[in-house]
Each structure stands twice: as C-alpha cells, then as structure tokens.
C-alpha cells in the first residue's frame, strides 16, 4: 500500500528534502503541503490524508483547531511528530503520535517511521475485519 501523506513545515527546504526522501521509498506520497497550523487542518478536513508528518514548530499545542477538527474528519490520519528538539508535548493535538521523526532525518529513522505507520495501518484493517 502507498500511503498518502501531507507535510506540514514552514520551512520549504525541509519540506523538498523529507518529500524526496518520503517518495524514494517507494511506499509514501505527498499529496499535499502547508506551511502553517491553520493551513494543515483545513486540508486535512478535506480528506484524502493517511499521514501528517507535523514540524512541531508550527504546531500551536494550545490550539484547539486540530482538536475541533477530528469529529468532521471521516478518516482520521496518522500523526508523525517532526523536531529537532525532545521538549514537544506529544499527545497536545487530540491524537496520540505515532512516531517522533528526529530532524534532520536520516534513512535509518524514516525506516523505523515508515515500518511504524504499515505496523499502526495492519492493526486498523485487522480491528475493521472483525
């Protein structure tokens, strides 16, 4: 399965790097970006999203907009955490994190991150077959 991601980073030259190093996968692709909080819950309402790779330096943890959000969403994504840093509140947005991804990211981590999310979305088809 390929998933279909959004990237959510203010910065554009990180946005390119984990875009190229997403699709050299072969098992992700980006589908969207947005360089604000804002901007990435308005295209998340509009659907189609599997996974939100979310630099936590645009995240705003006392919004609640993602939050209000989650009830209008039909499919709720997965939550890939970006920093640079380890002082982030992970469960701040209403979904709990999947995978913190360390930036810069290195092949290693986005190989954890990626067997992280085919693992969580097995678990999600095996629950729907019952």
């Known amino acids: 399965m390929i998933f279909e991601a959004l990237l959510a980073d203010d910065e554009a030259p990180a946005r390119v ?7 050299d996968t072969g098992r992700v692709k980006v589908v969207a ?13 509009k659907g189609g999203i599997d996974v939100l790779f979310l630099d936590w330096d645009i995240a ?3 919004s609640t907009l993602l939050r209000d959000a989650l009830p209008k969403m039909d499919h709720v994504p997965m939550l890939v955490l ?19 991804l360390p930036k810069p990211t290195d092949k290693a981590d986005l190989d954890r991150c990626i067997a992280a999310i085919e ?12």
């Open 119 to 130: 693992k969580r979305n097995l678990e999600l088809l095996e629950r729907r077959a019952f």
């Open 33 to 45: 970006e947005a360089v604000s909080f804002p901007e990435t819950v308005a295209k998340l309402l």
């Open 17 to 23: 790097e984990l875009r190229h190093q997403l699709e």
């Open 82 to 100: 970006m920093s640079a840093y380890s002082d982030f509140q992970p469960e701040a947005f209403g979904i709990k994190p999947l995978f913190h």
């Open 60 to 62: 705003d943890p006392s």
